[in-house]
């Protein structure tokens, strides 16, 4: 392997130059098939963007890492706003790590590492962001709390929307989460048998083990990727989140940091279940 090809295997989703436009125009025809008749997507609110104003979008994880709200989502931006404009997503470094093939596409289309540097990179760049703070907790946390904002108490975006002054944008769903059965997590279980000895698949701990229902496997045991079930999806852009303070300072506070998480996530909370009363009666 030489220098080069080393050193861009080494810094995959490091650079926000890794985009490339003509990729994505090339798989909009199949984003598009899947947005129209796989899930039968239904969108609104995407009229509190503006193309010309920097935006942090939040959204809740949904249906295991196939995530396809997510994938849904960027396509309404890129139909919206051209291939042209940039939007760049916070992807988990195991991802990168585990599943480097994928990595190496979704970096085309705009993936970067979750990192503080990349998400201020991105920003200062004038693009905006997508971050989807709960992770592996939030995209396999159990059925029942399929309707659930789940951030797992991980408030860096806050901080992140503070230091940067931008407003935060949530992006909410309801249906992809019915793309697989989650029906526990045993995770507590797995990691106690790892204290006993038992090694990671491939070294890493993966924050998470669930037991789901989906395709192609039936029944799966562990985070392993799945393809979507055919399940309508509903999704909205939610009018944007101001605070009063912003700056060093008010990042630096965390009593204000707290209050500022629990406004977001109370506020997605009822939009998602006036999105789900909605999704129920279409």
Not at 107 to 112: L, S
Not at 209 to 222: K, Q, S
Not at 257 to 279: G, I, W
């Amino acid at each position: 392997m030489s220098e080069t090809q080393q050193h861009k295997k080494t810094k995959l989703g490091w650079s926000l130059d890794e985009r490339d436009p003509r990729f994505i125009a090339a798989i909009m025809p199949l984003l598009g098939w899947l947005y129209h008749y796989y899930f039968r997507v239904q969108t609104s609110g995407w009229e509190h963007i503006s193309p010309h104003e920097k935006v942090l979008f939040v959204g809740s994880h949904n249906g295991g890492l196939a995530a396809p709200d997510m994938v849904m989502m960027m396509y309404d931006w890129f139909r919206r706003f051209g291939v042209e404009k940039p939007v760049y997503g916070l992807m988990h470094p195991t991802a990168w790590e585990v599943f480097r093939p994928v990595g190496e596409l979704a970096a085309k289309a705009g993936a970067v590492m979750a990192h503080p540097k990349m998400a201020y990179a991105a920003l200062r760049s004038g693009a905006s962001v997508l971050v989807y703070p709960g992770g592996a907790e939030d995209v396999f946390r159990p059925h029942q709390l399929r309707n659930k904002i789940y951030f797992a108490g991980r408030q860096g975006f806050i901080k992140l929307a503070l230091r940067e002054n931008v407003p935060i944008v949530p992006v909410i769903s309801t249906g992809a989460h019915d793309t697989l059965i989650v029906l526990a997590d045993v995770y507590k279980i797995v990691q106690q048998f790892h204290k006993w000895g038992m090694p990671w698949l491939f070294g890493i701990d993966p924050v998470v083990f669930p037991i789901y229902l989906g395709l192609p496997w039936g029944l799966a045991i562990g985070p392993f990727p799945n393809i979507p079930l055919p399940v309508p999806i509903h999704t909205r852009v939610c009018p944007p989140i101001r605070f009063e303070r912003y700056g060093r300072e008010a990042a630096s506070d965390r009593q204000y940091v707290n209050q500022c998480y629990e406004l977001v996530v109370n506020q997605m909370q009822q939009e998602l279940d006036q999105l789900v009363k909605l999704s129920a009666k279409s």
